[in-house]
């Protein structure tokens, strides 16, 4: 069965500092892969999501950047924290292609100070 | 882009029946539904595809009228296990692959 893997589970860092959150699949290959962001009582927003390793797409100009290093592992950093990036982080995968469920890992909530 | 959801609360009794609808301004390639509890991550509802096929939950129904680009979920006979928020996520057929997320319908189920 397929399984998806985040860490941390949650992180406070201060205004300025880098970022890393790490997003691993077992259990699949080719993967779509997605990194959500969720502010405090608001929905779910696209940062970027990819289709293959080296392809990344980004949904939102911002201080955030992404990776896919391998086939089913996806990262998501920054250079410099900012406040407004507090939320909840979550990377999610489905099958290639259209029209299929997203799968989505337990998150990370992110607080900036 | 943002697909628009409609109510954006909801407080039903248990028992009742509830609607939730979602709507595009771009045309459809599918929609999907996923409820999310409080601090958790979405779980996963149901798809609606183009030409009418369906993949989800046993228990839950939905439509989707792809000439109006709007799909509704339909909770009947609510229990208090439904409480959360629910997101509609549509791909559209010029980008399929990429889910936009509506910004969610919290409905509450009281005893």
């Known amino acids: 069965s397929q399984t998806i893997h985040q860490w941390p589970a949650t992180l406070v860092q201060p205004v300025g500092s880098p970022l890393s959150l790490e997003c691993t699949v077992e259990g699949t290959s080719n993967p779509n892969l997605y990194w959500y962001r969720q502010a405090a009582g608001r929905g779910l927003q696209l940062l970027f999501y990819s289709v293959g390793i080296g392809q990344i797409s980004s949904e939102v100009p911002q201080n955030l950047s992404a990776s896919r290093p391998q086939d089913r592992q996806f990262i998501l950093s920054s250079k410099k924290l900012l406040l407004s990036d507090s939320g909840f982080y979550l990377c999610?995968?489905?099958?290639f292609g259209g029209g299929n469920e997203q799968f989505f890992g337990p998150g990370t909530r992110l607080t900036v100070l | 882009q943002q697909p628009v959801q409609s109510p954006q609360a909801v407080i039903l009794r248990e028992g009742e029946d509830a609607v939730i609808n979602c709507s595009s301004s771009?045309?459809?390639?599918?929609v999907h539904w996923y409820r999310q509890k409080h601090g958790e991550a979405p779980v996963f509802l149901m798809i609606?595809?183009?030409?009418?096929e369906q993949k989800g939950h046993e228990k839950i129904s939905a439509s989707f009228n792809e000439k109006k680009q709007q799909s509704s979920l339909y909770l009947t006979a609510s229990q208090l296990s439904y409480s959360g928020t629910y997101f509609c996520g549509t791909e559209h057929k010029t980008s399929y692959d990429k889910v936009i997320f509506g910004p969610g319908t919290s409905l509450s189920v009281i005893p």
């Open positions: 771009k045309a459809l390639y599918s």
């Open positions: 609606l595809l183009k030409g009418g």
């Open positions: 999610a995968w489905s099958v």
